[in-house]
């Protein structure tokens, strides 16, 4: 980066950041000068929370830049936000960057970049370097931060940027981040996995765990409840691992009981919580807590003991199956629900059974369930006895036809009770209704109109539809 080294730029993070934001903003406007218009971004993200709240952080550089933001793939500035974890969220990439070919054509302003997990990958750079050339920027999942830097380089040279680190070097606090919503914010409390499940392509494309410290989240926090934030969510692949790399250690319950203290925060999520870690005391904690919403997401990924060993997944059937037991005796109001994954090399049907037994037992809220997909660097890409096509549909649809029934039984046990209600959107179909949660994360619809956005009401839930009520508010 050699081309602005004479300027007086800030050595340090954030304030680097800045400075690049502010001289974007400065070719930005002059192009907006030219156009005699605003210059327009759309941001298309696949994939996790994770990169969800990646694509907020995104949001607010360019908005800080003067993009004004837009649902639609014409725009000036288009970004995909990738996802890895499995190989037809890559093809879909493929398929949309092919489609923008010629929109570049026409617009010769437009600029593209990539970013995410997918990127990450080397054969996935090589690829762009070789038949995309028209894609801008490309980076990773360490260097979001950077995004205002590379940005900035891009639009001073001719160049394609790629700029993908192996690891990630500093957690940068303190850069803008856009909500989607002004009631509720993701929080990412530690980076990457190092759990390295068989299948998983995440640890290689996200790195070790990295937990941030707990002063530097509450500050997050109470920045964010004193701008009327009422619910968070505290985001990481594990985050029941969360502190064991600081000094002094901090457990993921302690963290939670800090976040229970801030003032105006009214509900606290999480996720992911992987099962191997989950303690005795997170189940206390959430016992005794009036923020910690009833809903725990707790990846089965599959219900054969045996198919768990050759996952690394590190528990049994029966582990799963009395944690889940522990979890609805502490807090039986709890929804818990999961990941599954049918197709697993080596999956008998007999190992289906065994997962069919979990979800009838444990009676999940509501379940996420995949077919197997091969990732390359992975142990499970090189396994024998991988799962023929024609009888990894066959389970998929065995296993969704059980999480179903199972669900809507389970979903429905709330029809007729009076429930708290925090108020997301004007229902997208009808705009006489309101669209919100309740603690346990079921979506409920009732009359209403936008100024109730933000609110926690009471609800009569009328009437259950499958995996939604249909209700009406008390006052
Ligand atoms: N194939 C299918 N599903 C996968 N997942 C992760 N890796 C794969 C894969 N290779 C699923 C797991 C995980 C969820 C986010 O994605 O169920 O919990
Ligand atoms: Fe992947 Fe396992 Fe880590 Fe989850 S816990 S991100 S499935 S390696």
């Given at each position: 980066?050699?081309?602005?080294?004479?300027?007086?730029?800030?050595?340090?993070?954030?304030?680097?950041?800045?400075?690049?934001?502010?001289?974007?903003?400065?070719?930005?406007?002059?192009?907006?000068?030219?156009?005699?218009?605003?210059?327009?971004?759309?941001?298309?993200?696949?994939?996790?929370?994770?990169?969800?709240?990646?694509?907020?952080?995104?949001?607010?550089?360019?908005?800080?830049?003067?993009?004004?933001?837009?649902?639609?793939?014409?725009?000036?500035?288009?970004?995909?936000?990738?996802?890895?974890?499995?190989?037809?969220?890559?093809?879909?990439?493929?398929?949309?960057?092919?489609?923008?070919?010629?929109?570049?054509?026409?617009?010769?302003?437009?600029?593209?970049?990539?970013?995410?997990?997918?990127?990450?990958?080397?054969?996935?750079?090589?690829?762009?370097?070789?038949?995309?050339?028209?894609?801008?920027?490309?980076?990773?999942?360490?260097?979001?931060?950077?995004?205002?830097?590379?940005?900035?380089?891009?639009?001073?040279?001719?160049?394609?940027?790629?700029?993908?680190?192996?690891?990630?070097?500093?957690?940068?606090?303190?850069?803008?981040?856009?909500?989607?919503?002004?009631?509720?914010?993701?929080?990412?409390?530690?980076?990457?996995?190092?759990?390295?499940?068989?299948?998983?392509?995440?640890?290689?494309?996200?790195?070790?765990?990295?937990s941030?410290k707990p002063?530097?989240?509450?500050?997050?926090?109470?920045?964010?409840?004193?701008?009327?934030?009422?619910?968070?969510?505290?985001?990481?692949?594990?985050?029941?691992?969360y502190g064991?790399?600081l000094?002094p250690n901090v457990t993921f319950?302690e963290l939670?009981?800090?976040?229970?203290?801030?003032?105006?925060?009214?509900?606290?999520?999480?996720?992911?919580?992987?099962?191997?870690?989950?303690?005795?005391?997170?189940?206390?904690?959430?016992?005794?807590?009036?923020?910690?919403?009833?809903?725990?997401?707790?990846?089965?990924?599959?219900?054969?003991?045996?198919?768990?060993?050759?996952?690394?997944?590190?528990?049994?059937?029966?582990?799963?199956?009395?944690?889940?037991?522990?979890?609805?005796?502490?807090?039986?109001?709890?929804?818990?629900?999961?990941?599954?994954?049918?197709?697993?090399?080596?999956?008998?049907?007999?190992?289906?059974?065994?997962?069919?037994?979990?979800?009838?037992?444990?009676?999940?809220?509501?379940?996420?369930?995949?077919?197997?997909?091969?990732?390359?660097?992975?142990?499970?890409?090189?396994?024998?006895?991988?799962?023929?096509?024609?009888?990894?549909?066959?389970?998929?649809?065995?296993?969704?036809?059980?999480?179903?029934?199972?669900?809507?039984?389970?979903?429905?046990?709330?029809?007729?009770?009076?429930?708290?209600?925090?108020?997301?959107?004007?229902?997208?179909?009808?705009?006489?209704?309101?669209?919100?949660?309740?603690?346990?994360?079921?979506?409920?619809?009732?009359?209403?109109?936008?100024?109730?956005?933000?609110?926690?009401?009471?609800?009569?839930?009328?009437?259950?539809?499958?995996?939604?009520?249909?209700?009406?508010?008390?006052?």
């Amino acid at each position: 980066m050699s081309n602005y080294a004479s300027l007086d730029i800030p050595a340090n993070e954030p304030e680097r950041q800045f400075y690049f934001i502010d001289k974007c903003r400065e070719i930005i406007s002059e192009k907006e000068n030219t156009l005699g218009r605003k210059l327009t971004c759309g941001i298309f993200t696949f994939g996790c929370q994770m990169n969800f709240h990646d694509s907020e952080k995104i949001i607010a550089i360019l908005d800080q830049i003067g993009f004004e933001h837009t649902e639609s793939e014409n725009a000036d500035f288009v970004l995909y936000n990738t996802c890895t974890v499995r190989e037809n969220a890559n093809e879909r990439v493929y398929g949309r960057l092919g489609q923008l070919k010629p929109k570049k054509k026409k617009n010769p302003h437009m600029l593209i970049a990539l970013c995410g997990c997918m990127m990450q990958e080397e054969h996935v750079v090589q690829k762009i370097r070789k038949s995309y050339k028209y894609v801008d920027i490309v980076f990773g999942t360490h260097n979001i931060y950077k995004f205002a830097e590379l940005l900035y380089t891009r639009l001073t040279s001719d160049d394609q940027i790629i700029d993908i680190w192996e690891e990630a070097k500093e957690i940068v606090e303190d850069l803008p981040v856009e909500r989607k919503y002004s009631f509720k914010a993701g929080v990412n409390i530690m980076y990457g996995c190092n759990n390295f499940c068989s299948y998983c392509i995440v640890p290689y494309v996200r790195g070790r765990e990295r937990s941030r410290k707990p002063e530097d989240i509450i500050k997050e926090i109470e920045a964010f409840a004193k701008d009327g934030v009422k619910e968070i969510m505290l985001l990481g692949q594990n985050v029941n691992s969360y502190g064991k790399n600081l000094s002094p250690n901090v457990t993921f319950s302690e963290l939670l009981r800090m976040v229970e203290e801030i003032q105006g925060i009214e509900r606290i999520r999480f996720m992911t919580s992987h099962p191997k870690d989950l303690s005795d005391e997170l189940i206390e904690t959430m016992k005794n807590s009036k923020k910690i919403c009833r809903h725990i997401h707790l990846p089965l990924q599959s219900g054969s003991t045996e198919i768990l060993a050759r996952m690394n997944r590190r528990y049994t059937k029966e582990d799963y199956l009395k944690l889940a037991d522990k979890i609805k005796t502490a807090m039986p109001d709890i929804a818990i629900t999961t990941d599954i994954i049918v197709g697993f090399p080596g999956e008998t049907d007999e190992d289906l059974e065994e997962t069919l037994d979990v979800v009838r037992k444990v009676g999940f809220d509501s379940a996420f369930t995949f077919q197997y997909s091969k990732r390359s660097g992975t142990p499970a890409a090189t396994m024998d006895n991988q799962v023929t096509d024609e009888d990894m549909t066959r389970r998929f649809n065995k296993l969704l036809a059980v999480v179903q029934e199972v669900a809507a039984e389970r979903t429905g046990r709330w029809e007729g009770g009076i429930y708290p209600v925090l108020v997301e959107e004007v229902n997208t179909h009808d705009s006489s209704m309101v669209t919100g949660r309740l603690s346990n994360n079921t979506v409920v619809h009732f009359p209403g109109d936008e100024s109730l956005i933000g609110q926690i009401v009471n609800v009569k839930l009328n009437e259950c539809k499958g995996f939604y009520y249909i209700g009406e508010e008390i006052i």
